[in-house]
């Protein structure tokens, strides 16, 4: 049975481990420590049978003038894909970033050519596109910038942010490359 959890320091290998197999973007240990070491209850992981099967790393950005959480890397083994796993993981972040930190909204970046992420977040999760970034990766891969607010904080985010419906992209259509959908 799976259980999604807040993660600890002797779970860190496994999620560094994790990184390494499933995502071409990966880091080094002391990336992983910082993160648990500033935002420690925005790291989760997803145990099945005691064994870490996946996990989310969020953080916060602190250059803004409101609290705006980000998802910086969220992977699961392809062996437990398909179990709704991803998505319990993305919502005890979501949370965490509501409950105990405040955040009025939530951001991440997703590979242009990733179908089943972008879908997870798009269709399952309600985020809408806020840009596409050309090169965004390492590898030259493009991105969407994807955002999702929640309805209950709104009111904390500065009305100069232009968070129409009509300016982003919204049920899994994905914009043009040149869009540009908030201001």
């Not at 989310?56 to 890397?73: F, K, N, P, R, T």
């Not at 930190?101 to 999760?125: D, I, P, Q, W």
């Not at 009111?155 to 994905?174: A, C, F, K, L, M």
Request: include cysteine; glycine fraction near 6%.
């Amino acid at each position: 049975m799976v259980c999604v959890r807040q993660a600890t320091f002797d779970d860190l290998l496994d999620i560094q481990n994790i990184n390494a197999v499933c995502l071409p973007e990966n880091y080094r240990l002391n990336f992983y420590i910082n993160h648990i070491l500033t935002w420690p209850r925005l790291l989760h992981v997803a145990e099945d049978n005691r064994k870490i099967v996946g996990y989310v790393l969020g953080s916060l950005d602190e250059e803004l003038s409101y609290c705006h959480g980000q998802i910086a890397s969220l992977a699961v083994l392809r062996t437990h894909r398909n179990r709704g796993y991803a998505t319990k993981l993305m919502r005890a972040a979501e949370q965490a970033m509501r409950d105990v930190y405040g955040a009025g909204s939530v951001s991440l970046h997703v590979r242009k050519m990733n179908n089943a992420a972008f879908c997870l977040y798009s269709k399952t999760l309600g985020y809408k596109v806020k840009i596409f970034e050309t090169a965004y990766y390492r590898d030259g891969a493009d991105a969407y910038e994807m955002i999702k607010l929640f309805a209950d904080e709104q009111e904390g985010i500065p009305s100069s942010v232009n968070w129409h419906d009509t300016d982003v992209y919204s049920g899994g259509q994905r914009p043009p490359a040149e869009a540009l959908v908030i201001s």
